[in-house]
């Protein structure tokens, strides 16, 4: 069985452990703003919520990508961006409409979550429990996805 | 079932694959008018830029279509029977349809002044317009660009990275003018300025002559002549009607495109149409339009695939959305950018920085449009708020006043954090 990405916010204390984990996985720095997944801290809340891809089944960007860039890792269900192919052009960050697909400068490609290749490692490296990497049919992401539904441009089945 | 489509861009491949998947046993035929391998349009300034080779423009690897069991097959189809489901091809051949999608896309507009048939006139447009482009934009040659909207723009960029002395000549007021206001369009401009790019608002081209035997004159308005080795013409798209138009009759209802409904059908039950060449409505208003951009043009391919073989599925409307990079400042625009009626806008300008954030709101806070000028982070929330429609709540004051919360907002107002629901203070 596919596994995806669980998150929870409640359980998130914003201690950025994943946002370092995952640069340094995917870049080798310990960089926040390298990185796929973001901590946002909602100060007036006291909370914290961490936000990453959710490799939503509509898959805007690997659908609007001019030159088929982005494919599903057949393993994990992730949608990879295929470093070789992109031209940096930036459509899937604006197709997007989670904006978790971004432009990395340095590089001159896009880049999003790949769940690792199977071993998230902000998921590793959560000590609270709040992101953890668990078979897809229970993760709390299917709101966000059932979210992505009812505001789908695309797909409204008619009565 | 038959199903052909007209036209190999993104609306008819990803509507092929869509019908392949959806209709298993169906015949799928999709017809290429180039003697080209399926390419995109989108990459040949990255083509043009040395990013990618000729293979890297194409839109599915070789053996691709052969795989799914999609023909593919290299003729144009230069126009259709309605009455007998019928089209005849380049060559003569003619084909039975049981359903039809128009996705022949758009073409460049040739603006209607003299010169423009000269040997060192091009559009920006197909693989072969690339290939001459590219034999003629040398290191130091003179190039003059018209037209700084948004295609121009990716190729202003392409050309600059190829090394050439570059002019561009606008004839509106400013840069990029459907996609960004004045102060957006002028941070564009004074960035090409500072990359050494000549740039002229509010001049016409009054006509092109040879010079030389490699060399163009280019006359534009208050008497300025430019010599160039190549003038590139990027003055917008326009719909390729020829399939509907037969002489003065048209076949099928068109206003600037092939009118569909929101099930990307046109006026004939069993001809579709989809990507540039059709007049969908606007996600807000409603009205018709023709939005000629690759998020629209797949989305309408695949919702025309799926209606064509009976899965009744609904577009809700198109939703423009731009992002442009040119030479290292990206800027972006998405829906109703300047404002709708009794609506409220919110913008924070910083020239200095080049940066720009313009978001409009309408009378019952919800977000209609925006613009971002060097601000590119998670900038897709924008679409998702757009096309959420909801009120903001909150969130309309606290964007108000700090209006790079944009991600913060989007977050916030989705089903998953729990936390400040649009409704509550």
Same mark, same amino acid.
């Given at each position: 069985?596919?596994?995806?990405?669980?998150?929870?916010?409640?359980?998130?204390?914003?201690?950025?452990?994943?946002?370092?984990?995952?640069?340094?996985?995917?870049?080798?720095?310990?960089?926040?703003?390298?990185?796929?997944?973001?901590?946002?801290?909602?100060?007036?809340?006291?909370?914290?919520?961490?936000?990453?891809?959710?490799?939503?089944?509509?898959?805007?960007?690997?659908?609007?990508?001019?030159?088929?860039?982005?494919?599903?890792?057949?393993?994990?269900?992730?949608?990879?961006?295929?470093?070789?192919?992109?031209?940096?052009?930036?459509?899937?960050?604006?197709?997007?409409?989670?904006?978790?697909?971004?432009?990395?400068?340095?590089?001159?490609?896009?880049?999003?979550?790949?769940?690792?290749?199977?071993?998230?490692?902000?998921?590793?490296?959560?000590?609270?429990?709040?992101?953890?990497?668990?078979?897809?049919?229970?993760?709390?992401?299917?709101?966000?996805?059932?979210?992505?539904?009812?505001?789908?441009?695309?797909?409204?089945?008619?009565? | 079932?038959?199903?052909?489509?007209?036209?190999?861009?993104?609306?008819?491949?990803? /509507?092929?694959?869509?019908?392949?998947?959806?209709? !298993?046993?169906?015949?799928?035929?999709? =017809?290429?008018?180039?003697?080209?391998?399926?390419?995109?349009?989108?990459?040949?300034?990255?083509?043009?830029?040395?990013?990618?080779?000729?293979?890297?423009?194409?839109?599915?690897? !070789?053996?691709?279509?052969? #795989? %799914?069991?999609?023909?593919?097959?290299?003729?144009?189809?230069?126009?259709?029977?309605?009455?007998?489901?019928?089209?005849?091809?380049?060559?003569?051949?003619?084909?039975?349809?049981?359903?039809?999608?128009?996705?022949?896309?758009?073409?460049?507009?040739?603006? !209607?002044?003299?010169?423009?048939?000269?040997?060192?006139?091009?559009?920006?447009?197909?693989?072969?317009?690339?290939?001459?482009?590219? #034999?003629?934009?040398?290191?130091?040659?003179?190039?003059? +660009?018209?037209?700084?909207?948004?295609?121009?723009?990716?190729?202003?960029?392409?050309?600059?990275?190829?090394?050439? $002395?570059?002019?561009?000549?606008?004839?509106?007021?400013?840069?990029?003018?459907?996609?960004?206001?004045?102060?957006?369009?002028?941070?564009?401009?004074?960035?090409?300025?500072?990359?050494?790019?000549? &740039?002229?608002?509010?001049?016409?081209?009054?006509?092109?002559?040879?010079?030389?035997?490699?060399?163009?004159?280019?006359?534009?308005?208050?008497?300025?002549?430019?010599?160039?080795?190549? +003038?590139?013409?990027?003055?917008?798209?326009?719909?390729?009607?020829?399939?509907?138009?037969?002489?003065?009759?048209?076949?099928?209802?068109?206003?600037?495109?092939?009118?569909?409904?929101?099930?990307?059908?046109?006026?004939?039950?069993?001809?579709?149409?989809?990507?540039?060449?059709?007049?969908?409505?606007?996600?807000?208003?409603?009205?018709? /339009?023709?939005?000629?951009?690759?998020?629209?043009?797949?989305?309408?391919?695949?919702?025309?695939?799926?209606?064509?073989?009976?899965?009744?599925?609904?577009?809700?409307?198109?939703?423009?959305?731009?992002?442009?990079?040119?030479?290292?400042?990206?800027?972006?625009? =998405?829906?109703?950018? #300047?404002?709708?009626?009794?609506?409220?806008?919110?913008? @924070?300008?910083?020239?200095? @920085?080049?940066?720009?954030?313009?978001?409009? =709101?309408?009378?019952?806070?919800?977000?209609?449009?925006?613009?971002?000028?060097?601000?590119?982070?998670?900038?897709? &929330? %924008?679409?998702?708020? +757009?096309?959420?429609?909801?009120?903001?709540?909150?969130?309309?004051? $606290?964007?108000?006043?700090?209006?790079?919360?944009?991600?913060?907002?989007?977050?916030?107002?989705?089903?998953?954090?729990? +936390?400040?629901?649009?409704?509550?203070?």
């Amino acid at each position: 069985m596919l596994k995806a990405l669980s998150i929870v916010p409640d359980k998130c204390t914003g201690c950025m452990q994943c946002e370092l984990a995952c640069s340094y996985e995917h870049e080798g720095v310990f960089n926040p703003a390298r990185s796929r997944i973001r901590v946002f801290h909602f100060h007036d809340e006291a909370r914290y919520v961490p936000y990453t891809c959710t490799q939503c089944a509509e898959a805007w960007c690997q659908l609007a990508c001019p030159v088929e860039a982005i494919q599903i890792n057949p393993h994990t269900g992730a949608k990879e961006v295929i470093e070789n192919l992109c031209v940096g052009c930036k459509v899937c960050t604006i197709a997007c409409p989670f904006g978790t697909v971004n432009y990395n400068q340095a590089t001159g490609k896009v880049i999003k979550c790949d769940l690792c290749g199977g071993d998230p490692a902000c998921a590793r490296y959560c000590p609270t429990g709040a992101i953890t990497y668990v078979d897809a049919d229970l993760t709390a992401y299917e709101r966000m996805r059932m979210w992505a539904a009812r505001t789908d441009t695309q797909a409204q089945a008619s009565a | 079932m038959r199903y052909l489509i007209a036209g190999a861009g993104p609306a008819g491949v990803v /509507a092929a694959e869509t019908l392949r998947r959806a209709d !298993p046993q169906a015949t799928v035929r999709l =017809f290429c008018g180039e003697q080209e391998p399926v390419y995109s349009r989108m990459a040949i300034p990255y083509l043009l830029a040395h990013k990618i080779d000729e293979r890297g423009t194409w839109l599915r690897e !070789p053996g691709h279509f052969e #795989a %799914l069991g999609i023909e593919l097959v290299h003729q144009r189809i230069e126009s259709v029977e309605w009455d007998t489901h019928t089209v005849r091809r380049a060559d003569g051949q003619r084909e039975h349809y049981d359903r039809l999608l128009i996705a022949t896309g758009a073409r460049p507009a040739t603006p !209607p002044v003299p010169g423009m048939d000269l040997p060192g006139v091009r559009h920006c447009w197909t693989l072969g317009d690339a290939r001459a482009i590219a #034999a003629r934009a040398r290191p130091g040659s003179r190039v003059v +660009l018209m037209g700084a909207g948004f295609i121009g723009c990716i190729i202003l960029e392409a050309l600059v990275l190829r090394g050439v $002395r570059l002019t561009v000549i606008e004839a509106e007021d400013r840069m990029v003018p459907r996609m960004m206001d004045a102060t957006g369009g002028a941070m564009l401009q004074a960035w090409c300025e500072r990359k050494g790019v000549r &740039v002229h608002t509010a001049t016409q081209v009054l006509g092109v002559e040879r010079a030389g035997s490699d060399t163009l004159a280019v006359h534009c308005e208050h008497g300025a002549v430019h010599p160039a080795e190549l +003038l590139v013409v990027a003055t917008g798209v326009l719909p390729n009607l020829d399939l509907v138009a037969d002489g003065t009759r048209l076949s099928l209802e068109t206003g600037r495109g092939i009118r569909v409904d929101p099930w990307q059908r046109s006026s004939d039950p069993d001809v579709f149409a989809a990507g540039d060449v059709c007049e969908s409505v606007d996600w807000y208003s409603g009205e018709r /339009a023709v939005y000629a951009i690759q998020p629209a043009a797949v989305e309408q391919g695949r919702i025309a695939a799926l209606n064509m073989c009976g899965r009744p599925v609904r577009y809700a409307g198109a939703l423009p959305m731009n992002i442009l990079d040119t030479l290292g400042l990206v800027t972006v625009s =998405f829906g109703h950018w #300047a404002g709708v009626p009794g609506g409220e806008s919110v913008r @924070r300008a910083e020239p200095g @920085r080049s940066r720009y954030l313009r978001l409009e =709101f309408d009378e019952r806070d919800r977000l209609v449009g925006a613009i971002v000028v060097g601000l590119p982070e998670h900038v897709g &929330v %924008l679409r998702g708020l +757009l096309q959420r429609r909801a009120p903001l709540g909150a969130w309309k004051a $606290r964007l108000a006043r700090s209006p790079t919360r944009i991600a913060e907002a989007f977050v916030a107002c989705t089903a998953t954090t729990g +936390l400040g629901d649009a409704a509550s203070p």
